[in-house]
């Protein structure tokens, strides 16, 4: 059989040898750990602790001020020594909560210890006996987002409206990105949990179908989740093309399912929610563990890295000090990102938090464009050919650049992802993903 793909992409290096043999280590965190009050799509929290308070390990201390929101809580215990705005690794500056760590880890109090036998007979059984309104509650409690970057808040998908039933629950297992690899090595270590968290994800939506979809770069997590998929009914895995950007959620849809969400659509239109690996681990601590979402799989790497590793880290420390515990860098590096390298966000400050959606932390010797010139276009159609959204990036680039709005929507600027295979094709190194940028402001603005 074929593999599954889409239609458009680009082949970027995977330079994934870099950390895809390395296991996850623990990583301490320091002294202190800064946890910003919105890592989320949508409303930021109101703190719930103040100055001096002293705090545990989960305890929660941002509360969500709306229904797309998710709360924050303590990674460390210890005490609460500022709540001020602080550099944000999204962009500027978010209030955060500064706790100085005891070192103690002292856990709050409704945190249990895994009790759920991992034998399928028992894994059933308790599944069978959860109610799909105790999982979106106790997902929501524990703060619980997409981790593969958006960061979408996890219990707002688990309740899609009544005239959207969800029949498939898709693991986004892709990481398609460039150097990442805390997908691929928690598929490997962590087997399990992710079956676990994916099937408490389709009891609470009520689907029938788990495809956990993981590209044929992977074959060893293809061969580990295909074994433990044997013993789960709804569950199976669907091998990919590796191609960028698979792991986007219409096209990884379109791959899976042959659906076609519609324009401006959510996947729930089509009867399908996307999770990410990580989630799925974090959803069945939440529910077995009552544990909040405080930690992390976060891929270290890049050519400017001396150990390129995938550590499991406290949401609140710093990026600088995972690459201190990453050896340092080989030599200064031109440039930091945060997620991979097609889509992450730059930095110009390492002392940035890690939050819940940091995949990974990139440092470059050179990026890839760097000292380049942009220069203009040439016709050559090689963006329009890439496009996974079947757009014209040649054309919205330039509408952007003249600022026609009316020209920008009729050429649906808005459908697109932002996925930079475009900038990643074109040979005149045109900055394609700035320009649509800009143009998308301008029609939100203006528009
Ligand atoms: S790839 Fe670059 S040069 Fe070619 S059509 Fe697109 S924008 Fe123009
Ligand atoms: S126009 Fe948007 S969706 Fe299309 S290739 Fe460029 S960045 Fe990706």
Known sequence: MGLKTF?????????KFRTNKVSVTPHIAAEEVIIPLR????????????????????????????F??????????????AIRPYPHPGGGEEMSVFIQNDGLDTLSKDINAWNLEMVPSKVKAYIQALQPKEIVEKVKEAGITGMGGAAFPTHVKLTPPPET???TVLINGAECEPYLTSDHRQMLE??????????????????????????????????????????YEMTEVAVLKTKYPQGSEKQLIQATTKRQVPSGGLPAAVGVIVNNIDTCIAVANAVVRNMPLIERVVTISGDAVKKPANMSVRIGVKFSELFEAAGGFIEEPKKIVMGGPMMGIAQTNIDVPVIKGTSGILAFKQPPTYGK?????????????????????????????KKNIDKLKEYHIMDCMECGCCSFICPQRRFMVQHIKAGKALVKQKG
């Not at 109101?46 to 709306?66: A, H, N, W």
């Not at 399990?192 to 997590?221: F, T």
């Open 373 to 401: 010139e942009e220069g203009s276009c040439i016709k050559c159609s090689k963006c329009v050919q890439v496009c996974p959204m079947r757009l014209m990036p040649n054309y919205l680039s330039v509408f952007s650049q």
């Open 68 to 81: 797309i929101s998710a709360p924050v809580h303590a990674s460390v215990s210890g005490t609460v020594v």
């Open 7 to 15: 239609k458009g992409g680009v082949h970027p290096k995977d330079e």
């Open 165 to 167: 039933p969800i029949d």
């Open 39 to 66: 890592q989320h799509i949508g409303a930021p929290c109101k703190p719930i602790v103040k100055e001096g308070d002293t705090v545990l390990m989960g305890q929660k201390i941002g509360e969500q001020t709306s």
């Open 190 to 231: 962590n087997t399990q949990k992710v079956i676990v968290g994916a099937l408490m994800i389709a009891k609470a939506v009520s689907a029938n179908k788990i495809i956990i979809a993981i590209e044929n770069n992977k074959p060893d997590a293809v061969a580990a989740m295909q074994q433990i998929c044997q013993d």
